[in-house]
């Protein structure tokens, strides 16, 4: 008489394998949902919303050395918050490390461009000159940095004392 409808099953015919991907994808599209139901979707215009000064930058570097090299951050695959929270927290660990040792590279190579450009056109002899000035000038002033370094701590060091202490060593004569 009443036949009964057939379950629709969204698995039938895949292996553990590709089940377990799917419900990975589903768990992952679900979380990204709870995120974005948080702080909101972008406006469709966010790309182009920008300040002046941004532009005004852009105008300003496009006929720089920095135009002719490639953006490391754009070289890196962007992993949206939805996906950094779905991952195990060791995972996570491991992504925040990955982010603080490429961002330390990063800084490492803009630091040696930023060199490279200050000897450009200089001839070697004179780099080397100056270089060698510099180095004599640093080694020059290590005793006077390592003094004010000391005195630093020193006054650090009284500074975290009580005050009842601190009027004691004054008395005494000792700062």
Do not use: C
């Not at 532009?55 to 939805?82: G, L």
């Not at 270089?131 to 006077?144: C, I, N, S, T």
């Amino acid at each position: 008489q009443y036949e009964a409808e057939p379950v629709s099953d969204p698995y039938a015919g895949m292996d553990a394998t590709e089940i377990r991907l799917r419900k990975e994808k589903e768990r992952q599209e679900s979380i990204k949902r709870k995120v974005l139901g948080k702080f909101g979707a972008p406006p469709p215009n966010f790309r182009l919303m920008g300040s002046k000064a941004e532009a005004v930058a852009r105008r300003k570097s496009d006929s720089s050395f920095a135009s002719q090299q490639p953006d490391p951050v754009a070289a890196q695959p962007a992993i949206e918050p939805a996906q950094v929270a779905g991952m195990h927290w060791r995972d996570q660990l491991k992504y925040k490390k990955q982010l603080e040792a490429s961002r330390e590279q990063r800084e490492a190579e803009s630091r040696a461009r930023q060199e490279a450009q200050r000897w450009e056109g200089m001839p070697a002899w004179k780099v080397a000159l100056l270089k060698e000035k510099e180095r004599k000038q640093f080694e020059a002033e290590a005793p006077l940095r390592e003094q004010q370094r000391r005195e630093a701590e020193r006054m650090e060091k009284f500074n975290s004392m009580p005050a009842w202490k601190q009027k004691l060593l004054m008395e005494k004569g000792a700062y």
